[in-house]
């Protein structure tokens, strides 16, 4: 009974991660919520039908089983990009062994952390995990014994397998430790798939080692969206393709000089003034969206071209690419002629906006760097039809792409 006692308040002590947010955290941000089939590689021996032949031998017959399954519920949240909280329980059913019993039930249930190195990673969530387990079951996991009806009452058996090593007997509950690791696939921004791993071993001598695996489905409440972080990201990457044509950016922040000039009699006073843009760089490369199978612009694109075309106006003296894109869906060809309709489509809109002609060049670049696979739905491809606005400054690239515009 103490040692059921000690072994809930350790699981009580690690439960305040999942309710309180770290310093500096105002309010848990993201959580993910599990349901999975579980294996547990537990061996269960089984020893019957001892008896003596009419030769004199004696002979019985041995069972043994490895495996068995169950249903694992999961819990976690998000407390720091590589770091998250959680909560465990897997429910185990066992059959019998073949000595007539009907066979028993296990409960392994507690709380852990997982530290999640790759957080740079959207699609793909590997993460290595620490945890503080219950264990309890309803069946024996004999590893000794005697022979049953044995008239010589001396012989017995032994049996070990490679996680209990020498080990003769154990007790049907425990406070195990496990290590693990996992990776959650995201098939969306909000839906996974979950394989996890773990080796559990007791903290008392009289437990049993054993492992588990596990597979299912993982919801996904809260955070950001993944679709969107995986956008922005391709958008600097892309642009990152051009660093070595030309060492100057589009600015992070557009500084707008007004000169007041007062003259007090005979002295001219020039005085500065400066007003910094409020956009940052990523808002000022907003996308700007497509239609499916269109060159028409979404209406909630405009608000985003009328702000380009305001900050453009201040940049006469630069000029700019309008990069059109599409989804996956559809031939090379294809996108290729409408992702060069969808940049002229926003070049035409700015321009009519006021913007000169001459500052911007339009071309598409197709499904090359399209992120959303072509069997997601359309409105998850959403993203990936959309024009990107950059800077050129050197002054022969600038002439390749305006011949490249004319053809």
Not at 382 to 391: A, F, L, M, N, T
Request: glycine fraction near 10%; charged fraction near 25%; proline fraction near 4%.
């Amino acid at each position: 009974m103490n040692y059921f006692k000690c072994s809930v308040a350790a699981l009580l002590c690690m439960l305040p991660p999942l309710g309180l947010p770290l310093a500096g955290q105002e309010k848990p941000r993201e959580w993910e919520f599990g349901l999975s089939g579980a294996a547990v590689n537990l061996t269960r021996m089984s020893v019957t039908d001892f008896h003596q032949t009419q030769g004199g031998d004696y002979v019985f017959n041995v069972r043994e089983k490895n495996l068995h399954g169950g249903l694992e519920l999961y819990a976690a949240k998000k407390l720091k990009d590589w770091l998250y909280a959680d909560v465990q329980g897997t429910l185990g059913l066992v059959s019998g062994c073949g000595d007539g019993k009907s066979g028993g039930r296990s409960v392994l249930a507690g709380p852990g952390l997982q530290i999640r190195p790759f957080v740079r990673s959207q699609w793909l969530t590997p993460y290595l995990r620490v945890g503080l387990d219950w264990y309890d079951k309803t069946f024996p996991t004999s590893y000794f014994g005697q022979f049953d009806n044995d008239p010589t009452k001396e012989g017995i058996w032994k049996a070990e397998d490679a996680w209990n090593k020498g080990l003769t007997m154990d007790r049907d509950n425990s406070l195990p430790l496990s290590l693990g690791c996992g990776v959650t696939g995201w098939l969306s921004s909000k839906v996974g798939v979950r394989l996890q791993f773990q080796y559990l071993h007791p903290l008392s001598g009289l437990g049993i080692n054993f492992a588990q695996s596990s597979a299912g489905m993982v919801l996904r409440l809260g955070g950001e969206d993944r679709r969107k972080a995986a956008a922005d990201r391709y958008v600097m990457t892309h642009l990152s393709e051009y660093d070595h044509l030309y060492s100057e950016r589009f600015p992070s922040e557009v500084v707008e000089k007004e000169v007041v000039r007062e003259v007090p009699v005979e002295k001219v006073v020039e005085v500065v003034r400066e007003t910094v843009s409020t956009r940052t760089l990523a808002e000022l490369l907003d996308n700007v969206c497509f239609e499916f199978d269109s060159a028409e612009i979404t209406p909630d694109s405009e608000a985003v071209l009328d702000e380009m075309a305001g900050i453009l106006l201040n940049c006469k003296e630069m000029r700019f690419l309008v990069g059109g894109f599409t989804d996956a869906k559809g031939s090379d060809d294809y996108n290729d002629v409408l992702s060069a309709d969808r940049a002229v489509a926003v070049k035409k809109a700015l321009v009519s906006r006021g913007v000169d002609s001459s500052s911007l060049c339009a071309r598409g670049f197709g499904k090359r760097m399209a992120v959303i696979p072509e069997t997601e739905s359309d409105e998850d491809r959403r993203g990936d039809r959309k024009v990107v606005i950059e800077r050129i400054t050197d002054d022969r690239l600038w002439k390749q792409l305006k011949q490249i515009e004319k053809q």
